[in-house]
Nanobody
Framework: QKQFVESGGGLVQPGGSLRLSCTPS????????IGWFRQAPGKEREAVSC????????HYADSVKARFTISRDTAENRVYLQMNNLKTEDAAVYYC??????????????????WGQGTQVTVSS
């Protein structure tokens, strides 16, 4: 089972920024579309963003558009989620995983890889 390791979370004040990293464990990412999901306490996991295998296509949840940017670095074998102007409602555990395809957020679903530990994002003053 392919696994991913998320990192980069932390505590930030509203309006602050964080960059999350998604690192594969023992394989290369370049053939796969990758998605970021998040889960806040008491809520269901929701899709945040995705990027196609080539990096040419990206999609975002309406709640994070214009604030979050997903990217991938083939040389570093990582996918990133740059989060700017963070809001208290962005607080959650963030996960990355392989997705079937990056076509839209509404139908984004895990395609392969197990859910990892995630990385905690806390937004508080």
């Amino acid at each position: 089972q392919k696994q991913f390791v998320e990192s980069g979370g932390g505590l930030v004040q509203p309006g602050g920024s964080l960059r999350l990293s998604c690192t594969p464990s023992g394989f290369t990412l370049d053939r796969y579309a990758i998605g970021w999901f998040r889960q806040a306490p008491g809520k269901e996991r929701e899709a945040v963003s995705c990027i196609s295998s080539s990096g040419a296509t990206t999609h975002y949840a309406d709640s994070v558009k214009a604030r979050f940017t997903i990217s991938r670095d083939t040389a570093e074998n990582r996918v990133y989620l740059q989060m700017n102007n963070l809001k208290t409602e962005d607080a959650a555990v963030y996960y990355c995983v392989g997705v079937v395809a990056c076509r839209n957020i509404a139908t984004l679903a895990r395609g392969f890889g197990s859910w990892g530990q995630g990385t905690q994002v806390t937004v508080s003053s």
